[in-house]
C-alpha cells in the first residue's frame, strides 16, 4: 500500500468488523482471549515485542505489544480495551452492517474501532520503515467495563514509564477528545432489619426495604449537578414476599466527583450513612475506584499539540470533560494524557452502537502523526 492508501476507510472498516465480529464480553474470558489470539497474530509482522499476561480472577488475558526501539527512555502508551459489556450473542441484535456514513456493531464504538484504529496507524508508520522519535507501547486490557480490576496495577505501572499517554476510547459528542474526566466511587448497602408476619404480627417488625427508602433519599439528595457532583442508586433488591416484614435490602450507588477534595467529602458521606430507624443496620462499603483528572499542564501541551496536528490534517479537534470514567483516570494523575481519541460515533452500551465512517481515516491518521511527532 502506498502512503495515502493506508487511511482508506474501507481498509480500516473491513480491520474493525473482524475484532467486531468476535464477541468479547467481560465476562467470556475464552472469548476475549480469542480476539487476543488475533491481535497477537497481527503483530506478527510487526517490529515489536509481544508480552501475553495470562488472565485472573475470571478475567481474560492483556496483550503488551513494545516497539524494538526506544524502550531505555519514557515513550508512548498507547491503552485500549478489547471487552465489551454486551453479552454473547448480542450481535445478532446489532450485527456488523453498514448504512451510508454508520457502521454498527457490539464495541464498534466503544472501543473496538479505537484498538483498531491506533493498531493500524502503527502498521502504517512501521510499513515505510519508520521509526518513531519515542518507543511505543500498546497496551490491550480485558476488563475495562469492570473496572478494571485485573490491570490496574499494570495500567498505573505502564504509565508511570511513559511520557505520554494515548487512551483510544470513543470520541465525545462532534468528535472531540478528554482532557477530563470525572472520579467514580461504587458503593453497595446492605441493610438488616427484623422479619415478622406483616398480617399477624406487625409490631414485631422493622423493615430493612422502608429504611432503603430513607437511604435512596439520603442518597439521591446528596446530587449537585453545579458542583458536578452525582450520585445514583442504580440497583436495588429487598424483602422475599408481600406478607413478611423485609429483612433485608440492598442497593448498588455510583458516585462521580470533578475534584479529589469532593471525592473525599462524598465518599465520607456514603460511607458514614447510618439507619433512622432503631433495630435495622445499614452498612456501606465501597470506595474510589477511579480517582478524577483535570488537564494538567503537561497534559494542556500534549492537547495543544494533537490540535495543531488536526489542523493539518483538516479536522478541528476540540476538548471536553466528561462524567464517564476510563483507564486514563489511572496515568492522568501522574502522565501527560489524552482520551478520547478513538472513532466518533455514538451509543455505547447500547443495541444501536455506532461509529462514523468519515471519522476513520483522519482520527487514524491523527493517531499516526503523533507517534511520528512526540518526542
Ligand atoms: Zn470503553
Redo the contacts with the bound molecule.
Keep these: 500500500m502506498t502512503g495515502s492508501s493506508w487511511f482508506d476507510s474501507q481498509t480500516i472498516l473491513d480491520g474493525i468488523r473482524r475484532w467486531v465480529e468476535i464477541e468479547t464480553p467481560t465476562e467470556a474470558p475464552e472469548q476475549v482471549n480469542k480476539l487476543v489470539s488475533v491481535v497477537a497474530e497481527q503483530y506478527g509482522d510487526l517490529p515489536v515485542t509481544l508480552e501475553r499476561i495470562a488472565g485472573v480472577d475470571g478475567c481474560g488475558d492483556h496483550l503488551v505489544a513494545r516497539t524494538n526501539w526506544g524502550q531505555d527512555q519514557p515513550g508512548i502508551l498507547v491503552l485500549s480495551?478489547l471487552d465489551t459489556v454486551h453479552p454473547i450473542g448480542f450481535i445478532e441484535r446489532l450485527p456488523f452492517k453498514v448504512e451510508g456514513d454508520v457502521a454498527f456493531g457490539p464495541g464498534i464504538y466503544?472501543?473496538k474501532g479505537g484498538a483498531y484504529i491506533a493498531h493500524h496507524a502503527f502498521r502504517a508508520l512501521c510499513a515505510t520503515g519508520d521509526r518513531s522519535p519515542l518507543g511505543i507501547t500498546h497496551l490491550f486490557t480485558s476488563d475495562?467495563?469492570i473496572g478494571s480490576p485485573t490491570s490496574r496495577a499494570l495500567i498505573e505501572q505502564e504509565g508511570r514509564k511513559a511520557k505520554y499517554v494515548l487512551v483510544t476510547?470513543?470520541a465525545r459528542d462532534g468528535g472531540k477528545i478528554v482532557t477530563g474526566r470525572k472520579g467514580v466511587g461504587r458503593f453497595r448497602v446492605f441493610i438488616k432489619g427484623v422479619p415478622a408476619h406483616a398480617g399477624s404480627r406487625p409490631e414485631d417488625g422493622r423493615s430493612a426495604v422502608r429504611e432503603l427508602g430513607n437511604v435512596i433519599l439520603a442518597l439521591e439528595g446528596m446530587n449537585d449537578l453545579a458542583r458536578g457532583v452525582t450520585v445514583n442508586v442504580g440497583v436495588v433488591r429487598g424483602g422475599t414476599r408481600p406478607n413478611v416484614t423485609p429483612e433485608e435490602a440492598y442497593a448498588e450507588v455510583d458516585l462521580r466527583v470533578v475534584s479529589l477534595k469532593d471525592a473525599d467529602e462524598f465518599v465520607g458521606k456514603i460511607l458514614g450513612l447510618r439507619s433512622k430507624t432503631d433495630g435495622v443496620t445499614v452498612t456501606v462499603t465501597g470506595e474510589l475506584n477511579r480517582p478524577p483528572y483535570e488537564k494538567s499542564n503537561a497534559g494542556a501541551s500534549l492537547y495543544e499539540h494533537a490540535k495543531a496536528l488536526a489542523g493539518e490534517i483538516g479536522f478541528e479537534l476540540l476538548d471536553t470533560h466528561t462524567g464517564g470514567g476510563?483507564d486514563g483516570n489511572f496515568t492522568a494523575p501522574f502522565t501527560a494524557t489524552l482520551d478520547g481519541l478513538g472513532v466518533d460515533g455514538k451509543g455505547?452500551h447500547t443495541h444501536y452502537e455506532q461509529l462514523f465512517v468519515s471519522s476513520l481515516a483522519p482520527r487514524a491518521r491523527l493517531l499516526h502523526r503523533l507517534y511520528q511527532t512526540l518526542r
Design positions: 480495551h466503544d472501543m475495562e467495563e476510547e470513543p476510563s455505547a
